[in-house]
């Protein structure tokens, strides 16, 4: 196929084609992606979905300014084309940055193995594989009345050269099973989901850990079938592991993204070294996970991930930059610029994001709080970084009495401010786990991790009804 | 690109595949960012593609593909067989046959081809420029874009159907940041129309100022029982969640909280909801959908009673009903599915002041975060943060935030008490409708 020979020299000429008028980085982006999705719904594969995409993005940057055009075949006259919109739209041509002749194509160095690729994987396995998902959620109660499976992977194939001489080849799998599940009592309703997924082959479709998954699931929707409302006001909140650490991403992560610091619209902007979180609290981005759902081993713009430290012992210790932004505020790149696809332009984006566990046990942490809200389980949030404002739907909540986690409740939401919340943790458990989720931003979506150790937080507004 | 669908038609055949439907897009589109009064990202894109589905006794196969050279339609049409293959059969689910002629609606304006880049830019600038000159307390407008698209779409299937048209739109956006003693609040506002020409770039961006302006200084209020007024931009954004349920796949799935209710009050009568996809002035208006069915109005609720859902052509099998065009296409990557089009809120207007000087206590909420996550279109439960101005005595008075109001959404719909003078369009899918007033909703605060 053309991809795997994609001529360098090609890529170099539409590199100088995209500086003709001035300029100081030239890329080029080129992807193959080549993608499987499967949908289980009612107890029937209904959906058995493919797709090929090809495709490159040629940006220029001058100063602050981005210009960026893509297109979707990989011809030499379409990248010409796409180097020369760039070039046109440039709004004050001057010098151009020279072009280094190519250097050696680096790869990823196997950080993240793929034993059974799953594009070798006949489409019949992936088919069994959702529907015992749902066969296993639903033996697990009458009241399951509905089961929603899907299964999805992809490979990603990328070449990334710029202006510099750097030359990146990188190929991405992703693996992903998630299982919603629906019950109902009368008239009451209510809904638990599980995912699975990492950036491995098909062999992370462990029979066992699927069937847990939906298992788990249906649990989760059968006990919040028993729920009352959840209380309104100020109290304290365990959040659970797992997906617990959506609250990091949501209510510190996307406000240490550079793009948001640079234009000052962060409450992190400016607060380096300051105290914004509890001293027990140290956190971290880490792109080099092995096999993780948010890992790969180069970013978007061909840097190497690593691991960075954001929140030391409660202080802020760094922040998550492309070369873009990093080239504004004087920092190195930290391997953080992601896309979603050669339609995109990178921006500074989280991998896996996760606060450091603590020494306690999740069962200490509960049961020091005499009364509470237990968030098991998050169902998504939203920020805005400008103020720190955050919002979280409570998938899955119980009120803690006396220490222990007792009545479940629905309909809750967590309301609150980032650097507030915190500082407000005041228990860290030691029982780490990692979600695989897709975060948006910027009409982008791309894959990430969360992780977390069950954590009190002293003090959360919980919006419920009761 | 008729020979491209035509193509895959062919070799379809040619594999033994009886019943096929292709999709081909192709477009153009531009993205232009504007910060501190320059260009800070252009992005010109071209796209094209084709989406190829395989009806085999019952089950579905799709496969898309943007290589449209002759390896890469041979390879799409052998996936979607092979993924026909892997499925599971459906008596319901039929290739879509002819079902009359398109829409008389016309989604597309010459002058949206006839831009310049710099019309763009100038566009965009005078959306920031207004919003800083707005207010002084306005910091910077963090996100200002001009977005236009301008697309073919051209589909075909084995039963005979066949059509194609151009759709075009645009939009500004301005996402601003205004500060005060040290705390900052933000605010939007958008611009949308089929060319630039209809865009009032300025009027967009001192919108998105005073919004935010008018949130300086919010504090948590008491948790209260009260009456809120929903502007249009959060009116919008519950209807997104709500019309998920109206389509008629959740209802027979058994994931919408209105199945079963077709013909009972689920709303105040004063409330009326429509889906249009030929209206004249909807960006999500077409001659047809995603599977060829004509685009048309479909009432939902008429004065508080449900009318039915909406269907595309294998519900409306399902049902014993015709499709009413809503199976939409996200793009040739992914088959039709039933969704909304043109969302309309109608009933009798009242004057957005009548309604905030009858509310003795409660909040005119312009912000909601988390409206997505935070409610459940299956059981109806919603718990979302909001901000706002709180309303005293008939008066607006002071800003709120990090409250959050909590109920259920046929709860809400039957406490509707008022629809407001100031119905617009907002780009969150593509929703007409007014200020909303409900009464007795839980607020949660201090």
């Keep these: 196929m053309p991809f795997d020979t994609f001529d360098l020299g090609l890529a170099r000429a539409t590199i100088a084609r995209a500086l003709a008028r001035g300029g100081d980085f030239a890329e080029v982006f080129v992807e193959d992606r080549d993608g499987l999705a499967l949908r289980l719904e009612d107890r029937r594969l209904e959906q058995v979905v493919g797709g090929r995409e090809r495709g490159a993005g040629v940006r220029l940057l001058h100063d602050e300014r981005t210009y960026y055009a893509y297109t979707d075949a990989l011809d030499e006259a379409s990248l010409c084309a796409a180097a020369d919109a760039v070039a046109a739209a440039l709004r004050d041509p001057g010098a151009s940055a020279p072009v280094d002749d190519l250097g050696p194509v680096r790869r990823d160095a196997g950080l993240h193995p793929v034993v059974l690729p799953p594009d070798q994987v006949e489409v019949a396995r992936k088919a069994a594989l959702v529907h015992a998902a749902d066969d296993e959620a639903r033996a697990v109660g009458h009241e399951v009345a509905q089961v929603i499976a899907g299964y999805a992977d992809a490979r990603q194939e990328v070449l990334i050269v710029n202006s510099l001489g750097e030359v990146v080849r990188d190929t991405r799998t992703r693996t992903r099973l998630s299982v919603q599940v629906v019950a109902r009592r009368d008239a009451v309703i209510q809904t638990g989901h599980e995912t699975l997924g990492a950036s491995r082959g098909f062999e992370v479709m462990d029979e066992a850990a699927v069937l847990a998954a939906a298992r788990e699931a249906a649990h989760k929707a059968l006990a919040m079938l028993d729920a009352r409302p959840a209380p309104m006001g100020a109290m304290p909140v365990v959040l659970a592991n797992g997906f617990g650490g959506t609250l990091f991403h949501e209510a510190c992560g996307h406000g240490l993204e550079a793009d948001a610091v640079a234009k000052g619209a962060s409450i992190y902007a400016g607060m380096m070294g300051e105290l914004v979180a509890a001293p027990i609290v140290s956190a971290f981005d880490d792109g080099g996970v092995p096999n993780g759902w948010g890992s790969q081993a180069f970013d978007d713009e061909g840097v190497p991930t690593q691991k960075t430290r954001l929140i030391e012992d409660g202080r802020l210790a760094g922040y998550l930059y492309d070369r873009l932004r990093a080239r504004q505020l004087g920092a190195a790149p930290s391997g953080n610029g992601r896309r979603q696809s050669f339609r995109h332009v990178p921006i500074p984006r989280m991998t896996t994001t996760y606060i450091a566990p603590g020494a306690a046990t999740a069962e200490e942490v509960i049961a020091a709080t005499p009364k509470g809200f237990y968030a098991k389980s998050l169902a998504g949030g939203q920020v805005e970084p400008a103020s720190g404002a955050f919002v979280f739907g409570v998938a899955e909540g119980y009120l803690i009495e006396s220490g222990r986690v007792t009545a479940p409740l629905r309909g809750a939401t967590l309301v609150g401010n980032g650097i507030q919340v915190l500082k407000d943790i005041d228990m860290i458990a030691n029982d780490y786990e990692e979600k695989s989720g897709v975060c948006g931003k910027d009409g982008q979506g791309v894959p990430v991790g969360t992780g977390q150790a069950t954590l009190r937080v002293s003090a959360m507004t919980v919006g419920g009804t009761g | ?446």
């Design chain 2, 1 to 446: 690109m008729f020979d491209v669908v035509d193509r895959v038609l062919e070799l379809a055949a040619a594999r033994g595949a009886r019943d096929v439907e292709a999709y081909a897009e192709r477009g153009v589109s531009r993205r232009i960012k504007v910060y501190q009064g320059e260009v800070e990202q252009l992005v010109a894109a071209r796209r094209c593609g084709v989406g190829v589905r395989v009806f085999r006794d019952g089950a579905v196969g799709y496969a898309s593909t943007s290589d449209l050279g002759p390896e890469g339609l041979d390879d799409v049409v052998a996936r979607a067989v092979a993924h026909a293959a892997a499925a599971d059969a459906d008596p319901f689910r039929t290739l879509p046959a002819p079902s009359g002629p398109p829409a008389a609606v016309e989604p597309y304006d010459p002058r949206l081809a006839a831009a310049t880049d710099e019309r763009r830019i100038d566009l965009a600038l005078s959306v920031e420029a207004a919003a800083l000159a707005a207010d002084p307390r306005v910091k910077t407008v963090e996100d200002t874009v001009y977005v236009d698209g301008d697309g073919e779409v051209y589909l075909a299937n084995s039963a005979g159907v066949r059509g194609s048209y151009r759709a075009g739109q645009c939009y500004a956006y301005a996402y601003v940041l205004a500060e005060d003693e040290g705390r900052v609040e933000t605010g939007v506002s958008y611009a949308v129309g089929r060319a630039l020409e209809e865009l009032d770039g300025p009027a967009c961006g001192a919108e998105a100022a005073a919004r935010a302006c008018r949130l300086l200084g919010a504090r948590p209020c008491p948790s209260m029982k009260a009456a809120v007024v929903l502007d249009p931009f959060v009116a919008a954004a519950f209807l997104g969640v709500l019309s998920s349920a109206l389509t008629a796949e959740a209802a027979q799935k058994g994931r919408s909280l209105f199945a079963g209710l077709e013909g009972q009050a689920v709303a105040d009568p004063r409330l009326t909801l429509a889906d249009d996809g030929a209206h004249p002035d909807g960006l999500d208006s077409a001659p047809f959908d995603g599977e060829g069915t004509p685009c048309r109005r479909t009432p939902l609720v008429s004065a508080g009673v449900l009318q039915g859902f909406l269907h595309d052509t294998y519900t409306a099998r399902k049902a014993g009903a015709e499709s009413t065009g809503n199976g939409q296409r996200g793009g040739y990557q992914s088959p039709p599915a039933v969704r909304p089009t043109n969302l309309l809120v109608e009933g009798e207007p009242v004057p957005f002041g009548t309604i905030v000087a009858g509310v003795d206590r409660g909040v005119l909420v312009t912000d909601a975060v988390g409206v997505h996550s935070g409610a459940n279109p299956i059981s109806g439960e919603f718990s979302v943060g909001i901000s706002g101005v709180l309303i005293e005595h008939g008066r607006l008075t002071t800003p709120v935030r990090e409250v959050t109001l909590a109920g259920d959404i046929i709860g809400m719909l039957k406490s509707v008490r008022a629809l407001g003078d100031d119905a617009r369009w907002v780009p969150a899918g593509s929703v007409l409708t007014p200020s909303v007033l409900i009464e007795g909703m839980a607020i949660g605060g201090t």
